[in-house]
């Protein structure tokens, strides 16, 4: 008998054949206004903007592009679901958050035992949708079935598998929000991650403060306590400062592997509940804001603190220049609670409304792509993207072309848009034809650039009601933006609305009554397509009919 | 400007690269004694043995060596931070079991804030030892310090860490337990894993039952709930089940990657809470047994099912031929509270006492080790292991040469032991030197065969009382093996024991008074090791007085 031997370790044969394709690092922030920043989106500085300090924002529109007409939707779940399956919120039929409880639909205060659909509304029934929301399609077995007992479920095959199973190494951390506990769709692992710090059912954490343990006090933890960051209890670290700091540690190894890697950054801050950050908050005290004003920017700073580590920490690294950074918020920020302090339903201001609506405060959100070569930096793209373009857009960047997936998609990539697009607004400003802010938010880059048609019709789908309370400019509406042109269904009232995007950033002047005729179009164009998804209405109380689509009225 | 072209996926590329280092499975169950299983790992079959159903054990040691001389420490985080830092736990003053909660050392009734060593033992007073435990050795700086502001703690380069640096995809599923919460050490992540499933501070579940959703009941969570489970609410699907199935899940992308994997599989069960399965509980009432063993020996079967399964998988993806698989006990069975049923102090029969104690019912576990090819199927190993010989095995497994860890180890490579002896072993059968089981168990193999001379020195050290009442065959011990010698040292009474576990494996008979020479020499060598590793011994209350070390008395 001999020895055994034992091969060398792969560290070496790997380095000659390192996967070159980009990492990916999808920064996601939750109720993050697109005013919120002091980095302005629009087409120039509002009084809001000066209110935050986001250095860090800044400094990563220097390197990249910005994306001012960017969208998700109202909420997050329909946003993270339509992120993991390139669904279109109608389409999939998760068109509100996802509660914590299996077969609970969320309510007015998250979604607890006993609230029903039927709590809510006194005109319009709640449609049926998939409250159970996402679920991997490798559940979707009689085995599975009969397990988790899963109805009202969306079945697909979500992103991070096609990406782990193309090479990608797949890392989740913070917030998931995809599916109640109790269902598969709840725990990051099941959607294709390899590595999950912290993600689950909830769609905000118990508490963002150590000293709470996150939430996890014996006797007190709810589904809403953040998990795995248990070595953080009481130890001074805000939890926006602790998953970034398990975030970047989850880098190390890919990097050191050769492998590229999918960082599914999906942070828990903006969300309520709304908890000062120490570190930060005496700036905005010192300026005058209220105590609820100043906590909530805090909050942003400490998000922005983080994002300027990631730059930091891939700069260190070396490996800047093969990765692609992609900011982005999950819908418009929060403006029904008091927490956040200030006048409510002024959060977005000047865009209407805050998150629920399909006003331009719920689902404008701010958005920038970086990518050192490739991306030209310091641009602007005024082509709207929407939350289902993402799918693709990871794919393209993955190398995947044509993935498998048991859903129908309805994104388009956005990643010709950011590289070739931006490089032709560069050009474009080298060339004088750009010169201020203002000019660059209208500056427009044709299809055959960027790839995506600038009147493409964008959908935006709310069947629901928020709150206990009705909130006019949210519950039970349907959007749609075709170019610079917004058609608005209120359901409640059957009216629509049409407004001019680039004249009325605001939608306060409806033009409806004078264009007819393309009210009609677009109302034709929209009610189609919402037939064609199956999409979820309301039903009306006194009649029991089914509330028509907006060519139906 | 053209269209970017992105690299073709690298299935292809590391096909050709396949890192060949085997995979490592390690089965780590809990509080499983030596004589709980169909399996003898006695040289007979024990009335005790008869009481259980462990198929898939018996069919594992079909594929491979039992070693029936196997050793962990007394109690769970001295055995799992040895694991991770191949030192004995006299030398990392790790001695006992790590509570919930930071600065808190544990008690009788699991570390609850509040108790203190000072609530323990009338007659000693509690060493100084690190009952905050173990933290990786990146955490030894000023800030990280500051941040945890952790004391006696064990600072050392953890184990999945290396395997993972040299290229393994490292996964840890189920208990964890090396450190407090609010200590860095708690998290899986920390310690080098990749992946982690259901991991933290804990050193047993809350519960096993997902209609308990595992501990995580709203309002009655503590930090002994399961983590990531969430999925399994109310599923009906048994904690050994759903962490098998989680287990199995994260092996599908290494397999996929080619990538050696180092599965840390560490189930919870059988601690308590003793909590029935439900699939195979009927089996054991219907034997006759009372409620408390027969909820106990369904644990038992649920994790040899687990084991099963974890087989069937190997096999089904056709990895089981670079697949070791080792399987380990973390101490012996619990056998002093009431919840398991039967008579206290007798769960591990013939073995003298249970876990906690440093008689063999506290220390020696079952140990097989199956390696299609390298290892010699259905044999049995005599040469005693212990704990700290798994660094040094999983590090040669993983071809890491002299690995640099700021820490000074402490075991052997049982490698040699397990592919050449066991081979020994089986050609000495092949020629009828060994006929029976009674043979096998002791049929000895030389040094410079297996690597590891049997007569080298295993030391035990609890230099701690287990529970408010006293424990006579527990408290206050420390042991060394010798070859078929074992010296027990009596720290309450100063008295010492000697037994020769060939005639006298229930450790009745003190040989002491017949043998003070051996005795004399062997508590010498005791003594220099442990004032070698500075152990830490208790204080007599009476006097202030440090206990005298074996040889000092």
Redesign the interface.
């Given at each position: 008998?001999t020895?055994?031997a034992?091969?060398?370790?792969?560290?070496i044969?790997?380095q000659?054949?390192a996967?070159?394709?980009p990492n990916i690092i999808f920064f996601l922030v939750d109720d993050f206004g697109w005013i919120e920043t002091s980095l302005p989106f629009g087409e120039e500085t509002y009084p809001r903007n000066r209110r935050f300090h986001t250095p860090n924002m800044e400094r990563l529109a220097k390197r990249g592009t910005m994306l001012t007409n960017a969208y998700a939707c109202s909420l997050s779940t329909p946003t993270r679901t339509s992120l993991m399956t390139g669904m279109n919120s109608a389409h999939s039929h998760i068109t509100s958050f996802s509660s914590l409880y299996?077969d609970i639909v969320p309510d007015a205060i998250g979604g607890h035992p006993g609230s029903t659909n039927e709590n809510l509304g006194d005109i319009f029934a709640h449609p049926k949708w998939n409250y159970n929301a996402l679920c991997p399609a490798q559940f979707d077995n009689e085995q599975d079935r009969k397990?988790?007992g899963l109805n009202n479920t969306t079945y697909a095959t979500p992103l991070p598998q096609l990406l782990?199973?193309?090479?990608y190494h797949t890392i989740h951390v913070g917030k998931a929000h995809w599916a109640p506990?109790?269902?598969?769709?709840?725990?990051p692992?099941?959607m294709g991650f390899?590595?999950?710090?912290a993600g689950?059912?909830n769609g905000h954490p118990k508490s963002y403060l150590p000293e709470e343990?996150f939430g996890?006090l014996?006797?007190?933890?709810?589904?809403g306590?953040v998990?795995?960051m248990?070595?953080?209890?009481?130890?001074?670290?805000h939890l926006t400062e602790a998953i970034t700091l398990?975030a970047l540690?989850?880098l190390d190894?890919p990097i050191?592997?050769k492998?590229p890697f999918f960082l599914y950054f999906a942070h828990y801050t903006n969300h309520t509940p709304i908890q000062r950050d120490d570190r930060f908050v005496q700036r905005y005290l010192d300026e005058g804001q209220d105590e609820g004003e100043a906590r909530y920017a805090s909050m942003v700073e400490g998000m922005d603190k983080s994002l300027g580590d990631v730059l930091d920490y891939i700069d260190n690294k070396g490996i800047a220049d093969n990765t692609v950074i992609i900011f982005y918020s999950d819908n418009g920020p929060h403006s029904v609670g008091g927490e956040k302090g200030g006048e409510m339903h002024t959060q977005a201001m000047p865009l209407r409304e805050g998150k629920g609506s399909v006003y331009e405060g719920g689902i404008r959100v701010p958005m920038m792509v970086a990518w050192p070569g490739?991306v030209a930096p310091d641009t602007r793209i005024n082509t709207p993207v929407v939350v289902e373009d993402f799918f693709p857009s990871f794919c393209?960047?993955?190398?995947?072309n044509n993935p498998e997936t048991v859903q129908t998609r309805d994104g388009q990539s956005f990643?010709?848009l950011v590289?070739?697009g931006s490089?032709?607004v560069a050009k474009a400003a080298k060339e004088g034809k750009i010169k201020n802010q203002k000019e660059a938010n209208a500056f427009e880059i044709p299809a055959e650039?960027g790839g995506l048609d600038p009147e493409r019709d964008l959908i935006f789908h709310y069947p629901h009601q928020l709150r206990f309370e009705d909130q006019d400019d949210i519950d039970f509406m349907t959007a749609m933006r075709r170019g610079d042109w917004k058609l608005v269904y209120r359901m409640h009232t059957g009216e629509l609305e049409l407004y001019n995007l680039r004249e009325d950033l605001g939608e306060r002047n409806n033009l409806a009554p004078k264009h007819k005729e393309m009210v009609k179009s677009m109302a034709k164009d929209l009610g189609d397509q919402l037939r064609k998804w199956d999409a979820s209405m309301p039903t009306v109380r006194a009649t029991g009919k089914t509330v028509p689509l907006p060519d139906e009225i």
């Open positions: 008998m020895r055994l034992f091969a060398a370790p792969l560290a044969s790997l000659a054949q996967d070159e394709r299996k397990t988790y782990r199973d193309s090479g506990a109790g269902t598969p769709g709840s725990n692992y099941n390899v590595v999950n710090i689950a059912q343990n996890n014996p006797g007190k933890g709810d589904y306590s998990m795995n248990s070595q953080y209890y009481d130890s001074g670290i398990e540690k989850t190894n050191r592997q492998q490739k393209e960047l993955a190398g995947i990643v010709k590289t070739d490089q032709y650039v």
